[in-house]
């Protein structure tokens, strides 16, 4: 694990956050797009307060002791995480540091047949539309011949249901290729 800031620095920003009331702070490890140690700060977004503060607050604390560069993320609707450190030895689409098929790299592609699935979940979700809620970060996971992938949507669109509705459809056909361990990822709300 290569962290970015000292364990110093880090423990400074954890003390001194740990003094906000109702919310619980952590250093742990985070599963994305690989392995991070984060920390990670949980009770916020409490519609009886105005975590809005408090949340700007804990980000001039990290500024302060990790950098302008550290800063919470909201992952999800009641956890927030700053990024303290990543997996540097994971290897290549191993568990912790999959390969990001995002169509601008064709030879990360084990098979072609892996982007035309990823082209027609476009097309069919271009000809939904954009409805529903606004998500980032929607991707399906899954392992083809003993490596991690990660598929993100090609469509630019921010509704889930666009992406959502076909998901059936999609992890058949993965599964039809040899896919395994297939799982959507809802993203978070935007």
Request: net charge negative; with cysteine; hydrophobic share 30%.
């Amino acid at each position: 694990m290569k962290y970015l800031y000292s364990k110093e620095q880090i423990d400074k920003a954890i003390k001194r956050i740990k003094r906000f009331r109702c919310c619980k702070v952590y250093l742990s490890d985070h599963f994305g797009n690989g392995l991070s140690t984060v920390i990670e700060v949980c009770g916020l977004n409490d519609a009886n307060r105005d975590d809005s503060k408090r949340i700007e607050k804990i980000n001039k604390i990290l500024s302060e002791e990790l950098g302008e560069d550290a800063y919470l993320e909201c992952y999800d609707w009641r956890c927030h995480t700053c990024y303290v450190g990543e997996d540097d030895q994971a290897q290549k689409g191993g568990r912790y540091n999959p390969i990001v098929l995002d169509g601008r790299d064709l030879s990360a592609y084990p098979d072609s047949l892996l982007f035309n699935i990823q082209h027609l979940w476009k097309e069919m979700a271009l000809r939904l539309g954009d409805s529903g809620t606004c998500v980032t970060g929607e991707c399906l996971k899954f392992v083809y011949k003993d490596k991690h992938y990660i598929l993100e949507p090609l469509d630019r669109l921010q509704g889930s249901l666009a992406r959502e509705t076909y998901l059936n459809e999609i992890e058949g056909l993965l599964k039809a290729i040899g896919c395994q361990e297939i799982s959507f990822d809802y993203g978070r709300m935007d």
